[in-house]
Structure formats: C-alpha cells, structure tokens
C-alpha cells in the first residue's frame, strides 16, 4: 500500500483535496448537538495512534490534532524535539525508522520544512506537516472549509491575502489553482511570497497576483485574510511592525472589499497590529469556525492519509 503522505498541497490531486473538504464537513455535520469527547460511529482509527512532535510552541494544533483521534476512536502521544534523542543529536532518520515501528502515523510542528521532508522520506508510516517555514496545509483545508460552510463558492471567489508573504500565505498560493479561487496578494517587497510557489501557481493556471498595497489587494474581494506581522522565529520584529502597519485590516481596508466580504485570521491574533478589534471581533469575522474546523478538517485528512 502507498504511503499518503500530507506534507504540502502541490503534489496532491485536486479530487483527493475536494474529497478530504467533503469529509470533513460530513463529520462535523454528523457530530451536531454532541459532546466533544464522544468517539464518532465505527471509531474508524480505533487501534491507532498518532506520535506528534513539536518544535514550536501550539495551541490549535496540538489540541485539534489530539481531539481529531480521539474522536475518531485513536490515540496521540506528544513530545517535543527537546524531549526526545533528536535533542540530543539522533538523526532525523534514525527516528523515523523507530516511530515508524511504534505509531501508525506522525505529525510534525517543525522549524525547517527540509526536517519535515527528511522525515517522510525515511517513514514506514504516513506523516502530516503541523507546520513548517515553508507551509501549513492543515490551516489552509480548515480556512477553506470554513468559507464554503459559510456561503463562499471557492471557485470563482476573490481571496485576498494582506501582510507578511509567509507559510500560511504559501498554502493559499498551493490551493488556488487547486480550487479555482483567484488570490490577489498584498504585500511589502521585503516580505514577498516564495518566487518559486508564484512560478509554480503560474504553471498550474493559478490565478495569483502580486500589489504592492494592500487597498489594491483587497479591492473587490470577498475574502480578507490576515495572518500576525511577528512570527515564531523571527528576529526582526520591530522592523516588521513598521514595514507591515500599513498593511493593517481596518474597517476602512475593509469597505474596500466586496459587500458581505469575510474576515480570516489563523490565530494567535495581536489586536491593534495586523487587524482592528472591531474587525475580528465583528460581524464579518469567521476566526472561530475557522479555529474548530481545524479540529475537522485534521480528522479528514487524517482517514485520508491511513486509509480509512
């Protein structure tokens, strides 16, 4: 049997993507009036564990990773590269091998995309990226999910992406093409998205494009979305909030974007920097089904990547 891996949204079929959305909104909806803890009918990962390892600090990940198989009738172990030999020099492959005898599949929060990849190559066992410097595919399923639970038809619909050209940025790069969306990406040259996933858009037929404002941007979009100007492992703070701050989501930036037009934000939010209170707090702000659809969109992507 071939190993599915889910490390990045390029090398993965469309179908298999739409699939995964399908499912997710299929358990979320079965699960209606339920407790959280409640396994879901069949417990179709029973007898199955997750290993998840974190390099980087997690709130949603590591609680929606974890609820995701108890859910589904599995288990998780969590330990951070600290608490493991990979602390103390074991090679990344080396501990793959071993995981691979122990678990039925891993999740990593890493540092280096690289590390993640390394990883997968020597796995026995499917591994899914919590997030890396490159990417955060699991974010982007749950973003999307979110939209179309809430009226958005993904294809032909106008996202626009306001701030730092990171990680999160990336995997909206990856599914537009995907998905049929068109993303207009609003950012300071100093943080520009990677050359090569615009190249790759490009070659796919991704309808992707790059401004220098972010009122360019967000015209005419039905989408906003903001991500924090600082993030874990960036050295450069003070320079970001004063490049990033015109890149803020205010309620004027927002007037600019289509009537009806919704707000998302990853989290951790900082208020006051990359979006106004009155923004992700208000009306046209999803952030919260965005946080819990994390929770059903890992469970799905989950089944995918064992099988199930």
């Known amino acids: 049997m071939t190993i599915r891996h889910f490390l990045d949204l390029w090398p993965l079929e469309s179908a298999d993507l739409r699939a995964i959305l399908d499912e997710a909104r299929r358990m979320k909806k079965a699960r209606a009036g339920w407790t959280k803890g409640r396994i879901d009918p069949g417990a179709p990962l029973d ?3 997750l290993a998840m390892i974190f390099e980087k600090a997690s709130t949603r990940t590591r609680f929606s990773f974890d609820m995701a198989m108890r859910q589904l009738g599995g288990s998780s172990i969590t ?3 600290s608490d493991m ?5 074991e090679t990344i492959e080396d501990t793959a091998r071993v ?3 122990y678990v039925d599949a891993v999740m990593i929060r890493a540092n280096d995309h690289t590390d993640i990849e390394t990883f997968a190559e020597a796995s026995g066992v499917p591994v899914i990226n919590g997030l890396s410097d490159r990417s955060h595919p699991c974010q982007i399923m749950a973003d999307l999910m979110t939209l179309e639970e809430n009226g958005v038809t993904l294809k032909g619909a106008r996202l626009a992406w306001v701030g730092d050209g990171n990680n999160v ?9 995907k998905f049929g969306f068109s993303l207009a990406i609003g950012t300071p040259s100093r943080y520009a998205p990677d050359e090569d ?3 790759i858009a490009t070659e796919l037929q991704g309808r992707v494009e790059l401004f220098d404002t972010a009122e360019d941007a967000v015209a005419g979009a039905d989408v906003v979305i903001a991500d924090t100007f600082v993030s874990m492992g960036d050295l450069d703070a003070e320079l970001r909030l004063e490049v990033l701050e015109p ?3 205010t309620e004027e930036l927002m007037e600019l974007a289509n009537g009806g037009a919704r707000f998302l934000h990853c989290l951790p939010a900082h208020r006051g920097e990359e979006v106004d209170a009155e923004i992700i707090d208000g009306p046209a702000s999803l952030v919260w089904d965005e946080a819990e659809n994390r929770l059903h969109a ?3 992507i989950l089944r995918w990547c064992l099988q199930k």
Not at 85 to 89: A, E, H, I, N
Not at 169 to 177: G, V
């Open 47 to 49: 007898g199955h564990t």
């Open 79 to 81: 330990a951070t590269s």
């Open 85 to 89: 030999q990979l602390g103390r020099g």
């Open 99 to 101: 995981l691979s005898r």
């Open 169 to 177: 940025c990336a995997s909206f790069i990856h599914a537009a093409p």
């Open 197 to 199: 996933d615009l190249e």
């Open 247 to 249: 890149f803020a989501v």
């Open 298 to 300: 890992q469970k799905a």
